[in-house]
């Protein structure tokens, strides 16, 4: 028996779930995607970014729409500009920042899709107030998410 396959479709500009507090925008989800990927658009401030952390069920695909991405590895930091695009397997830490002193804009793609569950919660979360670390820590941890610092 064939899985069920999702049918085409387009989205135009500016359209998608927005989650306010962590500037994330769904643009496909696992749903529309048959679980196959999630794609999404999210930025970053200024000379700002997350830290180190490793995903162990996704792969991440960032391609940079404005700005720039630094990559920081184990021993090794990589980097694009507007255009470029970086591949980030599963189980590799990695910690994403935006180096310029204007906003940077991204692509996200996490392959399989399910990524967006972690967005979701975490949205959720700070929709009740300010998060602690604990609680991050804890709703990470349910999607497969480890932060290492």
Do not use: C
């Amino acid at each position: 028996m064939q899985p069920d396959i999702p049918p085409p479709f387009a989205t135009p500009l500016g359209l998608g779930r927005e989650l306010k507090h962590l500037g994330i925008t769904h643009r496909l989800t696992r749903p529309q995607t048959g679980g196959a990927y999630y794609l999404f658009e999210f930025g970053f401030d200024p000379e700002s970014g997350n830290r180190l952390h490793v995903h162990r069920h996704e792969d991440e695909v960032v391609y940079v729409l404005q700005g720039a991405i630094e990559i920081r590895l184990d021993g090794q930091t990589l980097r694009a500009g507007a255009g470029g695009v970086a591949h980030l397997p599963k189980t590799i830490p990695h910690a994403l920042y935006n180096p310029l002193p204007a906003p940077s804009q991204y692509l996200g793609l996490a392959i399989p899709g399910g990524l967006e569950d972690f967005f979701d919660a975490l949205e959720a979360a700070l929709a009740r107030g300010p998060l602690d670390d604990e609680t991050h820590r804890r709703i990470s941890g349910e999607y497969g998410i480890e932060w290492l610092e």
